[in-house]
């Protein structure tokens, strides 16, 4: 069984910064796509950001610049560091793991596996 838990959410300043992580449990093999998502209440899940099994690294245009995805070598762990924070980049977080084929990077109906979500707080 594959497990998300995301942690590192927290309330910050505009203009300050954040580090999610996301551990990753029961899964044999490090080399699968995973993706950072958030949720704004009333709002839709939108995608953050993808790292895809090859190691590439794919952003939506708010994230770029801002934000960037890592993952450690064991694969194990899943980073989203989030600079230059707005207001409205508050939101639950959600990690999410297994991209379903056809692939769509940001669709969030393209992923198997969720995290419970980390709640990040931007305040002016």
């Known amino acids: 069984q594959v497990h998300l838990v995301e942690s590192g959410g927290g309330s910050v300043q505009a203009g300050g910064s954040l580090t999610l992580a996301c551990e990753v449990s029961g899964y044999t093999d490090s080399n699968y796509c995973m993706a950072w998502f958030r949720q704004a209440p009333g709002e839709e899940r939108e995608g953050v950001a993808v790292f895809d099994s090859d190691g590439d690294t794919f952003y939506v245009d708010y994230a770029k610049g801002r934000f960037t995805i890592s993952k450690d070598n064991a694969g194990n762990t899943l980073y989203l560091q989030m600079d230059s924070l707005k207001q409205e980049d508050t939101a639950m977080y959600y990690c999410?793991?297994?991209?379903?084929?056809?692939?769509?990077?940001?669709?969030?109906?393209?992923?198997?596996?969720w995290g419970q979500g980390t709640q990040v707080t931007v305040s002016s």
């Open positions: 999410a793991a297994e991209c379903l084929k056809p692939i769509v990077w940001f669709n969030h109906t393209r992923y198997s596996y």
